[in-house]
C-alpha cells in the first residue's frame, strides 16, 4: 500500500493487510482454533499448517523489514530447527548463553560439528 510512499514503522504496523473479513474487522482477528471448515475453503486446514492470523503476522514483518517473505513458528525450537537446515558443515551459530536447554542440548550434542 501506499504507492510507493515510504512510512514510517509504526505507520506500517497499522497498514496490515486484514484482507476479506467476513464481520468487517478493522484489525486482524485472532483464529484460536486447531481445525478449519474445508468444505468453504481450500487455503487453511490445521493451524499448525497455516493459520489467518500467523500469515498476516508474517506479512506485515516482511513489510517492516523489506522483505519478500517473513515466517513466523510455533515455537523456538521450530525456529531453530528451520534456522538449522539453512547452516552449511562449518558454518556457526551464535546463541545467547541462557537459551532454552533443548535448544542447547540441541546445539552443543545433536548438530555441534567439529
Not at 500500500?1 to 478493522?26: C, I, M, N, Q, W
Not at 487453511?44 to 497455516?50: H, M
Not at 547452516?87 to 552443543?108: E, F, N, T
Request: charged content about 20%.
Amino acid at each position: 500500500s501506499g504507492g510507493g510512499r515510504r512510512y514510517r514503522p509504526e505507520t506500517l504496523v497499522t497498514l496490515a493487510d486484514v484482507g476479506k473479513d467476513p464481520f468487517g474487522s478493522s484489525n486482524v482477528p485472532i483464529y484460536q482454533t486447531a481445525t478449519f471448515d474445508c468444505r468453504h475453503q481450500d487455503a487453511y486446514d490445521y493451524t499448525r499448517s497455516g493459520n489467518p492470523t500467523r500469515h498476516a503476522l508474517e506479512a506485515a514483518a516482511a513489510r517492516l523489514e523489506g522483505a519478500e517473505r517473513s515466517f513466523a513458528f510455533t515455537s523456538g525450537m521450530a525456529a531453530l530447527s528451520a534456522t538449522l537446515r539453512l547452516c552449511k558443515p562449518g558454518d556457526w551459530v551464535l546463541a545467547s548463553g541462557d537459551i532454552y536447554g533443548g535448544m542447547h542440548r540441541q546445539l552443543m550434542h545433536c548438530t555441534r560439528q567439529s
